[in-house]
């Protein structure tokens, strides 16, 4: 998503129609538990309320909210204040988790989750089958499809074989709903089994969960954690490559960036079907597809493939 806000407010600034500006409302710290309460988050996001002049100055209030219900409420001063002073407000939906944690709250909480979704006066969401996270708070007429997208760079890639050896890699937060410490118990299995292969695996990870992950990553000879990418280490990452592994069950998963950025450089994929992945990719054209939260179905794959090059 922070790619994705990026690129908005690049390409906007650029155009001569437009004044850009921004309220950052990216929290520091990472963690895997989304849609959370905790006191320093209520402060820093009650803090970023001191920004509200700038809704005065603006004529359309662009927003990427998250799909919980605190991941809403953190912006209901802006989306109060927007909605009263008459200005263009669009929701833009980047995952497939929104309508159903409507549904799974008490009546209390889906009043206000209600109250303030539907003040927005547009949405944007990923696909088609997407539209259902927004359909409930807003007229079909005014929900809009934008697919997601790999950065222009990345097409540059020449196509690429899987001739020597496997080099298989991660690019993604370290979650346990991404599918990571299925993918690297499947990484142990290859090697118990002579598999040859090398990975990396990029990405954050929340402190909470990290001793369990690195507990893995350091049974295996063949795998290096390369921390978080971006720019030419990212780059470098998806040209190193030849097969990109997302094993994801994540609740919230809409349309991964990280899939379409392996598609682009000519890697083959390795997924599931979650969220919106199918309206992007297709089983045995630009990959194959696993069964979730199986590491046995991630390693009968990578081995096929390693038979098969």
């Known amino acids: 998503v922070s790619i994705a806000n990026q690129v908005v407010k690049d390409i906007l600034s650029e155009d001569p129609h437009f004044e850009v500006d921004l309220i950052n409302t990216s929290y520091s710290?990472?963690?895997?538990?989304?849609?959370?309460?905790?006191?320093?988050?209520?402060?820093?996001?009650l803090s970023q309320n001191l920004k509200f002049i700038k809704i005065f100055n603006s004529k359309?209030?662009?927003?990427?909210?998250?799909?919980?219900?605190?991941?809403?409420?953190?912006?209901?001063?802006f989306i109060i204040l927007g909605s009263i002073l008459k200005k263009q407000?669009?929701?833009?939906v980047h995952g497939n988790y929104l309508a159903q944690e409507y549904n799974s709250l008490n009546r209390i909480k889906r009043i206000v989750f209600y109250f303030l979704?539907?003040?927005?006066?547009?949405?944007?969401?990923?696909?088609?089958?997407?539209?259902?996270?927004?359909?409930?708070?807003?007229?079909e007429s005014k929900i809009f499809c934008l697919p997601n997208?790999?950065?222009?760079?990345?097409?540059?890639?020449?196509?690429?074989?899987?001739?020597?050896?496997?080099?298989?890699f991660y690019l993604s937060n370290l979650m346990k709903e991404k599918g990571i410490i299925c993918l690297l118990k499947a990484l142990k299995n290859l090697e118990k089994n002579n598999i040859k292969y090398k990975?990396?695996?990029?990405?954050?990870?929340?402190?909470?969960?990290?001793?369990e992950i690195f507990q893995f990553l350091n049974e295996l000879e063949n795998t290096e954690y390369i921390g978080?990418?971006?720019?030419?280490?990212?780059?470098?990452l998806l040209k190193w490559g030849n097969i990109f592994v997302l094993p994801t069950f994540y609740k919230m998963e809409g349309q991964p960036i990280s899939i379409l950025e392996a598609m682009a450089s000519k890697n083959l994929v390795v997924t599931t079907n979650h969220g919106g992945i199918l309206?992007?990719?297709?089983?045995?054209?630009?990959?194959?597809?696993?069964?979730?939260?199986?590491?046995?179905?991630?390693?009968?794959?990578?081995?096929?493939?390693?038979?098969?090059?």
């Open 29 to 45: 710290k990472f963690e895997e538990q989304l849609g959370k309460f905790s006191f320093k988050k209520f402060f820093f996001y």
């Open 60 to 77: 359309i209030i662009y927003m990427t909210p998250g799909q919980t219900f605190y991941g809403v409420l953190k912006y209901a001063f």
């Open 89 to 92: 407000l669009i929701i833009h």
């Open 117 to 139: 979704v539907s003040k927005f006066t547009k949405g944007i969401v990923l696909s088609d089958s997407l539209k259902e996270n927004l359909t409930p708070f807003l007229d």
């Open 149 to 168: 997208f790999a950065q222009d760079y990345l097409y540059k890639e020449e196509k690429k074989l899987v001739n020597d050896e496997l080099r298989i």
């Open 199 to 211: 990975a990396k695996v990029a990405g954050n990870i929340d402190d909470k969960f990290s001793e």
């Open 228 to 236: 978080i990418v971006s720019g030419d280490d990212k780059k470098n």
């Open 279 to 309: 309206d992007i990719f297709k089983d045995k054209v630009n990959g194959y597809l696993v069964k979730k939260n199986s590491i046995k179905s991630i390693q009968d794959i990578l081995t096929y493939i390693a038979i098969n090059k």
